[in-house]
């Protein structure tokens, strides 16, 4: 059972930037692959971004290409959202996400953190 927890998150105007991170925990955190994704009011939870376990590839939505960028930190067991250039249409609750290797499917879930971006 691998439980995660995000912070970072906040208001902040448009044009800016904030970092989320999320800490993992309660499992080999070198065994999963890494994702971010988000909710807006009134909207499905859509796909941010993704980073593989051995750090080597890289995934992120269109909208958010060029402006966000994932890490990972396999000693410290923690992912990164660095988001720049931030737009109100970002605003959303942000969750980390976890999938095993072997597996399509996200497993495990943090909690949110909230984003506010003012125009």
């Known amino acids: 059972q691998v439980q995660l927890e995000e912070s970072g998150g906040g208001l902040v105007q448009a044009g800016g930037s904030l970092r989320l991170s999320c800490a993992a925990s309660?499992?080999?955190?070198?065994?999963?692959?890494m994702g971010w994704f988000r909710q807006a009011p009134g909207k499905e939870r859509e796909f941010v971004a993704a980073i593989t376990w051995s750090y080597d590839n890289t995934d992120y939505a269109d909208s958010v290409k060029g402006r966000f960028t994932i890490s990972r930190d396999n000693v410290k067991s923690m992912v990164h959202l660095q988001m720049n250039s931030l737009r109100s249409e970002d605003t959303a609750v942000y969750y980390c996400a976890a999938r095993p290797r072997s597996s399509g499917t996200w497993i495990y879930w943090g909690q949110g953190t909230q984003v506010t971006v003012s125009s």
């Open positions: 309660g499992g080999t955190f070198r065994s999963y692959n």
